[in-house]
Each structure stands twice: as structure tokens, then as C-alpha cells.
T-cell receptor, first 113, second 114 residues
Framework: DADVTQTPRNRITKTGKRIMLECSQT?????MYWYRQDPGLGLQLIYY???????NKGEISDGYSVSRQAQAKFSLSLESAIPNQTALYFC????????????FGPGTRLTVL | EDQVTQSPEALRLQEGESSSLNCSYT??????LFWYRQDPGKGPEFLFTLYSAGEEKEKERLKATLTKKESFLHITAPKPEDSATYLC?????FGEGATNKLIFGTGTLLAVQP
């Protein structure tokens, strides 16, 4: 079984709709992250959380919100989706050690029409 | 401004034809450099972490090296299954709490033909 899972894997929605992307992990890591990936651009950090009570904005948090329901679960919401939020979304986790390697989920392909 | 640049954008090799991918960086405080492999429609898969100039790491046909300004991913005698996008990321301090964050390059798309 995958250590980091994301649901849904694919989603098509319309402008103005509220969307939630979910991430679960069994790695036992405290730190979790949400990234988006667009063609020709590197992965960009949306939000990150170092524990259930610690949530921080990344580089491109406008239009997004998150919820850390438990150590293992981190959700990303688009309150009112717009077409330029069409992208691949990845969740990642890390152990918080000196190395702090991030491990990624399989991604969610989101299309906003 | 912290920046990571990967070259070439795309590389096509014949099976067995060795080559190198480049990752150059300009950052204020490097804490580590990471290499990932990404297959189409999948999440990045961790390959290596390098921390200091002169460090090298190997895994099967891949070897990563690090200098003060760049890293190379050497691919020796590649096979078609090595075809993927290879991403480089640098770990730097970020924010008031000196949190670590990753800055990613845009990747090199490698195609290995049989």
C-alpha cells in the first residue's frame, strides 16, 4: 500500500465550485505539504503544516485553504475554483529531521472549466 | 532571489549512451540538494540528498555529485526504463521561523530509446 495517498486522483469541476482534495499518510510524519505543478514551472508550495496545530502559508496560498484533521490527514480546499487553478496537486510529508526528505503522493489532476 | 535552473530541458539518449543532467542554483543558504524522479502522471520519487560540495551518491545507473554552485546527475549506460523527468530541488531557510523549504527546478525530461 502507498505511504501517501491522495483523493480524488482526477477531478473536473466548474468555475465557482468548492473543491476539497484530501491527503492521508501512513509514514508517521509530522510535517505535511501541498504543492501545485504547472507545465513549465517547478513545484510551488501552497501550504505546509508541521503538526496538527501549526499551519503556514506557502508561496501561492491565495485562493486556497487547508485543514489538518489529524497527524495523518491534510486537506486542501479551493473555496471558489477558477480556471487558472487547473493543475496537478501533490501532497508531501517529511519526518522533520535534519535531512527532512519530502515524500510525495501520486497527485490529483484538477481541471476547472 | 533563490533560484534553481535545470538543463537541458529535454534529452534524448540511445540505450547505453551515458550523459549528465545539470542543476545550477543560487540560494542564500543551502541546507541540502535533492534529486527526484517523476514518471508521467505520478508524484516525484526521491532519489538522493546531497549536503556538501564534493559529496557523491550512487544508485544503480545514477550518480549525483555536488559543487558549490551546481549538481550533476550522471546516468551511465541508461536503459529505456530510466526515461522520466528528473527534478532537482534545493532546501533553504524560509520564513520567520527559519523553516526549511524546497525550491524546485522545472526538470529535465529524459527519453532513452532502445
Amino acid at each position: 500500500d502507498a505511504d501517501v495517498t491522495q483523493t480524488p486522483r482526477n477531478r473536473i469541476t466548474k468555475t465557482g465550485k468548492r473543491i476539497m482534495l484530501e491527503c492521508s499518510q501512513t509514514k508517521g510524519h509530522d510535517r505535511m505539504y501541498w504543492y501545485r505543478q504547472d507545465p513549465g514551472l517547478g513545484l510551488q508550495l501552497i501550504y505546509y503544516s508541521f503538526d496538527v496545530k501549526d499551519i503556514n502559508k506557502g508561496e501561492i496560498s491565495d485562493g486556497y485553504s487547508v485543514s489538518r484533521q489529524a497527524q495523518a490527514k491534510f486537506s486542501l480546499s479551493l473555496e471558489s475554483a477558477i480556471p487558472n487553478q487547473t493543475a496537478l496537486y501533490f501532497c508531501a510529508t517529511s519526518p522533520g529531521l535534519v535531512a527532512d526528505t519530502q515524500y510525495f503522493g501520486p497527485g490529483t489532476r484538477l481541471t476547472v472549466l | 532571489e533563490d533560484q534553481v535552473t535545470q538543463s537541458p530541458e529535454a534529452l534524448r539518449l540511445q540505450e547505453g549512451e551515458s550523459s549528465s543532467l545539470n542543476c545550477s542554483y543560487t540560494v542564500s543558504g543551502l541546507r541540502g540538494l535533492f534529486w527526484y524522479r517523476q514518471d508521467p502522471g505520478k508524484g516525484p520519487e526521491f532519489l538522493f540528498t546531497l549536503y556538501s560540495a564534493g559529496e557523491e551518491k550512487e544508485k544503480e545507473r545514477l550518480k549525483a555529485t555536488l559543487t558549490k554552485k551546481e549538481s550533476f546527475l550522471h546516468i551511465t549506460a541508461p536503459k529505456p526504463e530510466d526515461s522520466a523527468t528528473y527534478l532537482c530541488a534545493v532546501q533553504v531557510f524560509f520564513g520567520e521561523g527559519a523553516t526549511n523549504k524546497l525550491i524546485f527546478g522545472t526538470g529535465t525530461l529524459l527519453a532513452v530509446q532502445p
